[in-house]
């Protein structure tokens, strides 16, 4: 069965601080993917999604993805973190064809002052 | 910008009583969802609508219907509200899922039941 796992429920960082948060998918073949924030008590906004082609995708607020087939993975990426960026983060997959995207459980972002 | 619109944002409704949870947008986008957000467990796909009148089964359709008669509006109806449906309800829209078009989402609705 299709599946999307994000294995860290909460990560705490330093504001300034890298940031990688880890996505990893099972999907016979390479769906389309995506990463989510929302900001406490509001929907999901997208930051930046996957199709094809150069394997580094740029995003909204200084975010960037890095597609790993090999790997099946989907990781964010931040290099520097503001306070702002404290919120929970979902990535999603989408097969193909199908109308359903399948959501990660998500991973909440605290930043350190 | 596209925008999806849940006109309520808090409900408190009784145990027993239906409740109807109303969704627009306004990008003229085929298809709709609704989704269920609740902690540690991530979105939950309810139901779906790929066009006006249409409608699947999500993942945990028990206890909701759908309804979509008009293409910019769908709606989420519990026929009998209980205490496990309180939750957090995101209702997104999107043009075409299937060639992998972004889903938007609207702010939600917290909905307790009491």
């Known amino acids: 069965a299709q599946s999307v796992t994000q294995p860290d429920i909460h990560i705490t960082v330093s504001e300034g601080a890298s940031l990688e948060l880890r996505c990893n998918y099972s999907y016979g073949a390479t769906p389309y993917l995506f990463w989510y924030v929302q900001s406490p008590g509001q929907g999901l906004q997208l930051l930046l999604k996957?199709?094809?082609?150069?394997?580094l995708v740029q995003g909204i607020k200084g975010f960037e993805a890095e597609f790993k087939r090999s790997q099946s993975s989907f990781n964010l990426r931040k290099p520097s973190v503001h306070w702002s960026d404290a919120a929970e983060y979902f990535c999603a997959v989408g097969p193909s064809g199908t109308y359903k995207y399948i959501f990660g459980t998500g991973t909440r972002l605290k930043v350190l002052a | 910008d596209v925008k999806v619109t849940q006109s309520s944002r808090y409900l408190v409704k009784r145990t027993g009583e239906k409740v109807f949870l109303e969704c627009v947008q306004d990008?003229?986008?085929?298809?709709m969802f609704w989704y269920r957000q609740d902690p540690g467990l991530g979105l939950r796909l309810i139901y779906f609508s790929y066009d006006v009148k249409m409608k699947e089964k999500g993942d945990i359709p028990e206890g909701y219907s759908v309804s979509r008669e008009k293409k910019e509006r769908f709606s989420l109806i519990l026929e009998s509200a209980s205490t496990n449906q309180t939750s957090m309800y995101l209702c997104?829209?999107?043009?075409?899922?299937?060639?992998?078009?972004?889903?938007?989402f609207g702010e939600g609705s917290w909905l307790t039941v009491v």
């Open positions: 997104a829209s999107s043009s075409d899922t299937r060639s992998g078009n972004t889903i938007y």
């Open positions: 996957y199709f094809s082609g150069d394997t």
């Open positions: 990008m003229d986008h085929e298809n």
